[in-house]
Protein backbone atom coordinates (compact mmCIF):
# COMPACT_ATOMS: atom_id res chain seq x y z
CA UNK A 1 0.00 0.00 0.00
CA UNK A 2 2.64 2.44 1.11
CA UNK A 3 4.32 1.29 -2.15
CA UNK A 4 1.64 2.97 -4.46
CA UNK A 5 1.26 5.62 -2.67
CA UNK A 6 4.86 6.33 -2.91
CA UNK A 7 4.81 5.81 -6.51
CA UNK A 8 1.06 7.86 -6.87
CA UNK A 9 3.12 10.88 -4.88
CA UNK A 10 5.97 10.59 -7.19
CA UNK A 11 3.84 10.88 -10.30
CA UNK A 12 1.74 13.75 -9.37
CA UNK A 13 4.94 15.77 -8.22
CA UNK A 14 6.70 14.82 -11.63
CA UNK A 15 3.48 15.80 -13.48
CA UNK A 16 3.20 19.27 -11.84
CA UNK A 17 6.83 19.65 -12.57
CA UNK A 18 6.56 18.93 -15.77
CA UNK A 19 3.44 21.24 -16.25
CA UNK A 20 5.44 23.84 -14.65
CA UNK A 21 8.44 23.49 -17.18
CA UNK A 22 6.16 23.52 -20.11
CA UNK A 23 4.49 26.60 -18.94
CA UNK A 24 7.11 28.93 -18.77
CA UNK A 25 8.48 27.89 -21.86
CA UNK A 26 5.66 28.40 -23.41
CA UNK A 27 5.38 31.78 -21.59
CA UNK A 28 9.03 33.10 -23.12
CA UNK A 29 7.77 32.07 -26.74
CA UNK A 30 4.76 35.29 -26.43
CA UNK A 31 5.38 38.13 -28.98
CA UNK A 32 5.56 40.47 -26.13
CA UNK A 33 8.03 38.58 -24.78
CA UNK A 34 10.15 37.81 -27.80
CA UNK A 35 9.70 41.22 -28.13
CA UNK A 36 11.23 41.97 -24.82
CA UNK A 37 13.77 39.85 -25.44
CA UNK A 38 14.72 41.64 -28.65
CA UNK A 39 14.84 44.86 -27.11
CA UNK A 40 17.21 43.89 -24.02
CA UNK A 41 19.67 42.59 -26.65
CA UNK A 42 19.55 45.25 -29.09
CA UNK A 43 20.34 47.36 -25.82
CA UNK A 44 22.89 44.78 -24.55
CA UNK A 45 24.62 44.82 -28.51
CA UNK A 46 24.38 49.02 -28.14
CA UNK A 47 26.25 49.46 -25.13
CA UNK A 48 28.80 46.97 -26.26
CA UNK A 49 28.61 48.62 -29.59
CA UNK A 50 29.38 52.01 -27.34
CA UNK A 51 32.45 50.47 -25.39
CA UNK A 52 34.29 49.44 -28.32
CA UNK A 53 34.24 52.72 -30.07
CA UNK A 54 35.39 54.30 -26.99
CA UNK A 55 37.97 51.84 -26.86
CA UNK A 56 38.89 51.96 -30.12
CA UNK A 57 39.23 55.79 -30.01
CA UNK A 58 41.35 55.89 -27.02
CA UNK A 59 43.46 53.29 -28.84
CA UNK A 60 44.36 55.75 -31.80
CA UNK A 61 44.82 58.91 -29.62
CA UNK A 62 47.18 56.75 -27.41
CA UNK A 63 48.64 55.65 -31.03
CA UNK A 64 48.63 58.75 -32.46
CA UNK A 65 50.42 59.84 -29.21
CA UNK A 66 53.35 57.61 -30.19
CA UNK A 67 53.64 58.64 -33.26
CA UNK A 68 54.18 62.28 -32.41
CA UNK A 69 56.66 61.44 -29.78
CA UNK A 70 58.38 59.19 -32.05
CA UNK A 71 58.51 61.70 -34.76
CA UNK A 72 59.11 64.79 -32.65
CA UNK A 73 55.54 66.26 -32.87
CA UNK A 74 55.00 68.66 -30.38
CA UNK A 75 50.55 68.98 -29.98
CA UNK A 76 50.41 72.87 -29.36
CA UNK A 77 47.46 74.73 -27.66
CA UNK A 78 46.69 76.63 -31.33
CA UNK A 79 47.32 73.15 -33.51
CA UNK A 80 44.82 73.77 -36.49
CA UNK A 81 44.98 70.08 -37.09
CA UNK A 82 43.06 69.23 -33.73
CA UNK A 83 39.57 68.04 -34.30
CA UNK A 84 38.26 70.79 -32.25
CA UNK A 85 39.24 73.52 -34.84
CA UNK A 86 38.60 71.52 -37.49
CA UNK A 87 35.21 72.78 -39.60
CA UNK A 88 33.21 69.91 -41.39
CA UNK A 89 33.07 70.62 -45.49
CA UNK A 90 29.66 69.97 -47.21
CA UNK A 91 28.94 66.22 -48.82
CA UNK A 92 28.09 65.93 -52.24
CA UNK A 93 23.92 66.18 -51.74
CA UNK A 94 25.14 69.85 -49.91
CA UNK A 95 27.20 70.64 -53.03
CA UNK A 96 24.94 69.68 -55.39
CA UNK A 97 22.14 71.63 -53.46
CA UNK A 98 24.42 74.83 -53.13
CA UNK A 99 25.49 74.54 -57.20
CA UNK A 100 21.52 73.98 -58.27
CA UNK A 101 20.87 77.16 -55.65
CA UNK A 102 23.37 78.95 -57.62
CA UNK A 103 21.93 78.20 -61.49
CA UNK A 104 18.33 78.96 -59.92
CA UNK A 105 19.05 82.18 -59.04
CA UNK A 106 21.59 82.83 -62.26
CA UNK A 107 18.51 81.65 -64.14
CA UNK A 108 16.03 83.69 -62.54
CA UNK A 109 18.08 86.90 -63.11
CA UNK A 110 18.93 85.72 -66.80
CA UNK A 111 14.95 85.89 -67.54
CA UNK A 112 11.30 84.41 -66.48
CA UNK A 113 11.36 81.02 -64.68
CA UNK A 114 9.21 78.41 -65.27
CA UNK A 115 9.10 75.80 -62.46
CA UNK A 116 7.58 72.90 -64.67
CA UNK A 117 10.72 73.25 -66.75
CA UNK A 118 13.02 70.86 -64.53
CA UNK A 119 10.16 68.19 -64.69
Known amino acids: M ?6 FTAGAAAGVWATT ?3 RQLKKLTPESLAAQAAD ?3 EAGHRLKDFALDVKA ?6 DELN ?3 GLGRDAMDPV ?3 NVTALPGPRRLRAIQN ?3 THETRSAGSYNRNEDH
Request: aromatic share 12%.
Open 101 to 103: DKT
Open 41 to 43: KAV
Open 69 to 71: DAL
Open 82 to 84: RPD
Open 2 to 7: FRRAFW
Open 59 to 64: GMSQRE
Open 21 to 23: KVN
